[in-house]
């Protein structure tokens, strides 16, 4: 069944890396089911990562996602939420670069904070935040329905 997760290209990727990571995504197979390029407010920042609220590098995390126009998108295929975190690789680049060389973070990201790329842990996470960004919006074949 197809599944559905949440992704984001972050403003620095988005600005030097554009087209590189969209070839990648479509590569890989994807099918982009939503697109929208949006500036986060502070506010809807803090919402969008509440679950990290109270760390070290929230205010960081803060500022960075707010310094311009990230990309957001439902990315559709089987397993979507598990390939995404597969092509992203994990959140630190220099692991990516040792354990994921091909993953968009080892080629594309700057640090552990400035990572390129967002997407969804598990299916629960992934609805939420398309909630969150899309509103209420219909997907064939919805996370959950079998
Ligand atoms: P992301 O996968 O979007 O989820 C939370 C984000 O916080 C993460 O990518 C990074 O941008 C950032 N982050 C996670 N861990 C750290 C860390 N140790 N130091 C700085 N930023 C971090």
Known sequence: PVEHTFATIKPDALE??????????????????QIKETRLSQEMAEEFYKEHKGKPFFDQLINYMCRGPCLMMILSKENAVQEWRALMGPTDPTEAQTSSPDS??????????????HGSSNLNQAQEKIKFIFGDIELEKANNES
Request: charged content about 20%; overall charge negative; aromatic content about 6%.
């Open 104 to 117: 968009l973070r080892s080629l594309f990201a700057n640090s552990v904070l400035q990572n390129a790329v």
């Open 16 to 33: 030097e890396h554009r087209d590189e990571i969209m070839e990648r995504i479509q590569a890989a197979g994807f099918t982009i089911s």
